[in-house]
């Protein structure tokens, strides 16, 4: 069984930055993906970034490009997104999702591919 737990969500001002963890337990060591999702108020939950356990390949929302990096630490099963440049459109709670095995590259911007998820931090930013 997979858990996730996410932290560094908060309050920042608009053009800040902020780093967000998700801790990994009970994962099959190199195999599968993360991602980071968000849900904002009276909206869906959408994509925000993947990444890879083994090979550490990445994907983007073309919202988030160029602002956000997703990355991941294979010893201490942590997957981190650090945010900067961040607008009011950013607020959301932001989700951290695992796959245990994908059916591809492409199916990770779905949500339908994610077995397991976090409880959720709430990112707000103030402009």
């Given at each position: 069984?997979?858990?996730?737990?996410?932290?560094?969500?908060?309050?920042?001002?608009?053009?800040?930055?902020?780093?967000?963890?998700?801790?990994?337990?009970?994962?099959?060591?190199?195999?599968?993906?993360?991602?980071?999702?968000?849900?904002?108020?009276?909206?869906?939950?959408?994509?925000?970034?993947?990444?890879?356990w083994?090979?550490?390949?990445?994907?983007?929302?073309?919202?988030?490009?160029?602002?956000?990096?997703?990355?991941?630490?294979?010893?201490?099963?942590?997957?981190?997104?650090q945010?900067?440049?961040?607008?009011?459109?950013?607020?959301?709670v932001?989700?951290?999702?695992?796959?245990?095995?994908?059916?591809?590259?492409?199916?990770?911007?779905?949500?339908?591919?994610?077995?397991?998820?976090?409880?959720?931090?709430?990112?707000?930013?103030?402009?």
């Amino acid at each position: 069984q997979v858990q996730l737990v996410e932290s560094g969500g908060g309050l920042v001002q608009a053009g800040g930055s902020r780093r967000l963890s998700c801790a990994v337990s009970g994962r099959t060591a190199n195999s599968g993906a993360m991602a980071w999702f968000r849900q904002a108020p009276g909206k869906e939950r959408e994509f925000v970034a993947a990444i890879t356990w083994s090979g550490g390949s990445t994907y983007y929302a073309d919202s988030v490009k160029g602002r956000f990096t997703i990355s991941r630490d294979n010893a201490k099963n942590t997957v981190y997104l650090q945010m900067n440049n961040l607008s009011p459109k950013d607020t959301a709670v932001y989700y951290c999702e695992a796959v245990t095995r994908y059916r591809g590259s492409s199916s990770l911007y779905h949500r339908d591919e994610y077995d397991y998820w976090g409880q959720g931090t709430q990112v707000t930013v103030s402009s």
